[in-house]
Each structure stands twice: as C-alpha cells, then as structure tokens.
C-alpha cells in the first residue's frame, strides 16, 4: 500500500475513533444534564467537520485521481466504499419501514439489491476494469463507435443518478429539519452543505475517502440501536437471531388487533370518509364551490360568538386558507386524501404471511409485483452508473473482483439486520404504544409530527390510540426507534449521523457521476477536447453545484417515500444500461444503431409506463399490465432493450473490428488480447 493510502486509512480511523470516543462523552453529558436539543447540534456538525477534513486532506488537481482516484484504492477500502455508496437514505432510513409496512413482501428490496451484486461480479465489474476509462458512457463510446450512444449513456446516467440523488437529499433535509429544529424547506439545503464539502474539494479521492470512514460511522449507528433493543426484548445481543421468536409472538398480537371491534369501527369510519372523498371528487366544480361556502359560513359564525376558543377560530380559518383553488387541485388533493384514508382503513397485514390480497387475483398480481420488483432491482444494480464506476478505482482486476466480494460482505452487515429492525419497531409499536390514552402518547410522536412523519387521529373520540388512527411514514421507523424503545437521546444522535452519513455518501457519488458525465463525457470529448485539465475541474465543479441546488429544490416538495423514489431510479437505469452493457461486453455483434435503439427504446418503454400507472403524472393503476406497479417498471424497458439491441443489429451493418477487439480485450486477458490483436492485424 503506497504511503499516501497508508496515511489517509490512519486519519480516517483516527476520525472514526474520535468520533466514537465523542459519542461515549455525550453519553455521559446527557446523564449529566445536557440538553438534547444541543446534543443533536453536535451530532449534525461533529460528522460534517470529520468529512471536511479528510475532503480537504484528499483534495486534488490531477485529473485521474478527481475523477477515478487514482485506480490505486484497495479491495477492502473500496468494498466498504462502495457499500457507503450504495447504503443510502433508502437502505439505511427506508429499508427497515418497507418492511415494517409490506412485512414478506418488502424482502424484494432485500433480495434484488443484495442479488444484483452477483450479476455485478459476473457481468460487468472486471470487464469494465479491464476497459479502464473514466465512465460508463466512456465505455460506451468506445465500444458502440461514436458520439451516439456516448450522448444517449450520458442522458440516461443524469436522469437515473438526479432520481437517486433528490431522495438522498430529502433525508438530509429531513435529519437537519427534525435534529437542528428547523424547517424541513431550510435544512434540505442546510444538509446540501454537507453534501458538497467532499465532492467538491477533491473528486472521487476525496469521496472515496470520506465513503470509508461514513461506513463505519452508518454500520455502528444502524447496529446499536437494534442490537440494544434485542437484549431488551428477548435477552440475546443478536438481533439476526432472534427476531424470529419475536415475530412468533407477534402473530396473536396481529389477530387480536384485526379482530378488535374498536379498530373495525374506526376502519369503517375511515371507510366512509374515503367514500365522501370520492363522492367530492365526482361532483367538481360545484362540489369544491359548496365546500368554500361551508368553510367560509363556519369562519363568520366563529367569529360573531363570544367566547370561543382562539383555537378553534385558527383551525376555522385554516381550514378555509387550505382549501383548493381550482377544480383540478381539489381532484389531486381529494385523490390524495382518499387513497391515505383507504390505506388507513386497510385490514392489518400479517407481517410473515406473503402476498397477502382480498382475492386471488390480487394475490397474483402481488407475488408478479414482487418478482418483478427482484428483478428489476438485481439489474438496475448491474446498471447504475456510480456503483459500476466504483470499480474504475481498483488498481486491477482481480483487485475489482475482490471488491465485489467485500462490497457484498459489508453491505450484508446492514440488510440482514433490516427484517429485525422492522420486527422489533412493531412489536414496541404495537405492544407499548397502541392503547394509550392520546393524551399521554410520548414525545416523539409531537417530535416527529412536526416534521410530518408521524400523524395520530382521534377518529372515534374515545381518547384511546388504535392502531387506525396511527399513521407512521416508512422513513420514521429506523430514525425514530430509539426513542420508541425509549433509549438514551445520545443513541438517537447517533441514528441521524448514520443516517446523515448514509444520504452524504450516496449523494456524493451520485453528484460526482452526473458531472463526470456532463463535464468529461459530454464537454471534453464532445465539444472541446482540447480543454485543459484546470478548466474541466471547474466545469465539473460548475456543474455539481448547479446539480445538487436543483435536486434540493426538488426535495424540497416533498416527493414519495425515499424507498418508491430511489426504486424508480433503479428502473431507470435497469433499462437504460443493463441490455447494452451486458451485450456490448458478451456479443460483439452488437452494434452503435442496435444499442442505440435498445437505450432509448427501454428508457422510453420505463418512462411512458410510470406515466401511465403513477398518480404523480395523472396516470392510473387501471392501466397497468399484469399490475405491476410503476416502481417496477423497468422489467418492461429491459425486455424492450434487449430486443430492440438484437433485432436492430442484426439488419444493419455489423460493428467494425476496432470495436469487436475492445470486446476482446476487456474479456480475455491482456496478452492473449494483444496476440489476437496482432494476429488480425489490429492496433494495440
């Protein structure tokens, strides 16, 4: 290991043992007194100043080492690199609540998104090693011949890693908002600073440096509180091991809740709310027109009582304030409000029992969901862009290999972990929480309410919490279990730095790979080659800053579930890359007209179906084949893409030999590449 990698794994262990150390002492401080509020600052700024001192450390102007980090970062360095990379805000903060809420169902995520590293390992990693550019559509270029399918890889690269990065993004906004006491507009780009201070300073090197110690950081985070609540709940200090008794005890607990009439009554309430919401719907314009006069009509009638509460005065005039404003927004809105009541008013879910559906057919279109879900998650892993780049940096090929294997060994550490997280956080729930009075709910309900991950109704006014009248976001499950389960605030600290840690990482890389494509890709090999290397530095930097303050501002709306959004993203890249990359490497008689078809033929089959299927584009589920869902769509845009690749080659021309020995070289070792070479009468 050369001095400079020697010394930057001695700082980064340095800060992460430090960090622990800090940690240890504000455990001591809060039971000394510390108020949590500061305790929260210091867990938001402590990791933010680690990361901005190795960024600084690692900063940099050579152009290889911004870009790729030299090829000379080690197999484990790298594997716990790419883990940080690829455990972000959706596997760290929304893995665990997916599960919480699809129980069997929600092993999709963990099964395609561990599986998808398998094809890495096979299909794609050493091959692109062994190719050894700077990107995806550098590949690309080189191998498909020409500027065409380089400007096509480059399009699909932005769209795919923009998707993931606005939900990496939204987590940070959410920590910050919910930590620092801010509002959740302001800390999206309060967080953004955290973002930048790496990708910024030093490129790939300096990501891939912050990545290792931001692993550490997330994998202790992730493990103590689960581990904590084990020993709580069943004795045992391994939560892999023993949730399974927890989640035999849960199954009773499960039945008396769905057979409680209080629960039924308030599901039927929910029921006839749902339907009012349909009904007014069904009557716009005239029905949004009567609504504002009932809401204006009980303002004035407020406001000429005497002695009526100021409260309900305010709650008079914001519900008058909060009305739509045109018939269309009331469609959304009410659209909106009845599919959240429906979903409360939901029988409950055994959390073991799969493809849990009223009739068969829906049970058929679950398990088809759930299958098509593996799928498209285990390619759009082989596909997305800031993952396969991650194997750009090994120094070789049996060093991409290894980084695999150890990527996939780290990243086991946290999914295997996610189905107890998700089993223990509904045992509390369901055993300590539901049933108290609503007076007397805990804290962090009121906490997490004001960052609007939370929502308790009193629907049937009888004072006592049902589990109906409970609304939890997926995002809240993993940030909020340690207050749940009632721990020290200092452990809750530490969830939000991992969290943090989790969407920094993630964001980082995805911000790097769209400016690496935009600056490098698209600027110096297609319109200014002769660009020096200071100025594509700062067209890159240009860009990642204009990048990242447009996906906050996105995030700042609110969009879905960070699960549902970065689950797209990996339908998007499923479609866009797996077929042209896995044929390019295995088929040389692909070609630049076949791979071409076959990108924009699968981006565009995924996109115009989550037009189609996804409320968010006025689409409907009515239209949506065999129901799958839009997440899943990419299974339709990899079928298309691998059809349009081979069909389309095989009626043009076929591809030149220059491009047939790149796929000798990146698939055969370099000698025998260089003798064929040789032998055909090639360049080397």
């Known amino acids: 290991m050369e001095a400079f990698t020697r010394r930057l794994a001695r700082l980064s262990i340095s800060f992460v043992l430090g960090f622990f150390g800090l940690v240890l002492l504000l455990l001591q401080a809060e039971r000394a007194g510390m108020p949590t509020r500061l305790i929260g600052y210091i867990f938001l700024l402590a990791p933010i100043l680690i990361y901005a001192v190795i960024g600084a450390a690692s900063r940099t102007s050579d152009v290889v080492e911004y870009y790729v980090a030299g090829r000379r970062i ?21 893995l665990a609540g997916t599960l919480y809420f699809a129980g069997f169902d929600g092993l999709a995520f963990v099964m395609g998104w561990t599986g998808g590293y398998v094809l890495v390992a096979l299909f794609l990693a050493p091959y692109l090693r062994r190719f050894g550019q700077f990107t995806i559509p550098d590949f690309l270029g080189a191998r498909y011949e020409g500027h065409l399918p380089r400007v096509i890889g480059v399009v699909i ?18 920590v910050t908002s919910r930590f620092a006491g801010i509002q959740f507009q302001i800390g999206v780009f309060v967080g953004l600073a955290g973002v930048l201070v790496c990708s910024f300073l030093g490129g790939m090197r300096a990501v891939t440096w912050t990545q290792v110690t931001q692993f550490l950081v997330r994998i202790v985070a992730y493990l103590v509180p689960v581990v904590i609540l084990s020993w709580q709940v069943t004795g045992l200090f391994v939560p892999q091991l023993s949730y399974g008794r927890v989640l035999q005890n849960l199954a009773p607990i499960e039945r008396k809740l769905a057979e409680s009439p209080d629960e039924r009554a308030v599901q039927a309430q929910r029921q006839a709310r ?10 716009l314009p005239g029905s949004l027109t009567r609504a504002r006069e009932a809401a204006r009509t009980n303002f004035e009638a407020l406001l000429g009582k005497p002695n009526v509460p100021g409260h309900d005065i305010a709650a008079a005039q914001r519900a008058l304030r909060e009305l739509p404003k045109t018939p269309a927004e009331a469609r959304e809105q009410w659209g909106r409000m009845r599919a959240e009541e429906l979903a ?29 879900l593996v799928f498209v998650l285990m390619v759009g892993t082989a596909g997305m862009p800031h993952i396969l780049t991650r194997y750009y940096t090994t120094p070789g090929v049996a060093a991409a290999r290894r980084s695999v294997f150890w990527s996939l060994f780290f990243i086991l ?3 295997l972990a996610a189905p107890a997280y998700a089993v223990f956080a509904k045992w509390v729930v369901y055993t300590q929480l539901v049933g108290l ?15 609007g991950l939370v929502r308790v109704e009193d629907v049937n006014h009888d004072g006592i919490l049902q589990l109906a009248e409970l609304s939890l976001s997926p995002d809240v499950i993993v940030l909020a279990l340690p207050e749940i389960a009632g721990l020290p605030y200092v452990v809750t600290g530490l969830v939000a730095a991992g969290a943090l840690a989790a969407a920094l990482s993630t ?7 769209i400016s690496s ?5 698209l600027y110096y090999r297609m319109i200014n080659p002769s660009a020096s290397i200071p100025r594509r530095l700062v067209i890159s930097k240009a860009v990642l800053l204009s990048v990242a303050v447009l996906a906050a501002a996105i995030a700042s709306l609110r969009p879905e579930s960070i699960v549902q959004t970065v689950g797209f993203a990996f339908s998007i890249a499923a479609a866009g890359f797996f077929p042209a990359l896995t044929l390019g490497v295995f088929w040389q008689r692909a070609n630049k007209w076949g791979a071409a078809a076959g990108m924009i033929g699968g981006i565009a089959v995924t996109l115009a179906y989550a037009v189609m299927t996804h409320p968010f584009f006025g689409g409907s589920m009515a239209n949506a084949w065999w129901g799958i869902q839009p997440i899943a769509s990419g299974i339709f845009g990899v079928m298309a893409g691998f059809v349009a690749i081979i069909a389309v080659s095989l009626v043009t021309p076929a591809p030149s030999e220059e491009a047939r020995s790149v796929v000798l070289f990146i698939r055969i070792p370099r000698e025998r590449a260089i003798a064929a070479a040789d032998a055909a009468g090639l360049e080397k």
């Open 274 to 283: 749902a339907a009012r919401f349909e009904s007014e719907v069904a009557g």
């Open 74 to 94: 080690p197999a484990v360095f790298n594997g716990m690199a790419t883990a940080a990379d690829w455990m972000s805000a959706a596997s760290f903060i929304g």
């Open 413 to 415: 550490m946290l999914y």
């Open 507 to 513: 964001a980082d890389g995805l911000l790097l790979t």
């Open 437 to 451: 009075p609503v007076s007397d709910l805990p804290a962090w309900v009121a906490s997490w309410g004001k960052v």
């Open 517 to 521: 494509a935009l600056s490098h890709d």
């Open 344 to 372: 409360q008013a939901a029988p409950l879910r055994p959390h073991a029992e799969p493809f849990v559906a009223k009739t068969p057919s829906d049970s058929r279109a679950a398990r088809n969901n759930f299958l098509a």
């Open 157 to 174: 690269a932005v769209i795919a890693s923009f998707v993931y990065v606005v939900a990496q993004i939204y987590a940070v906004g959410l």
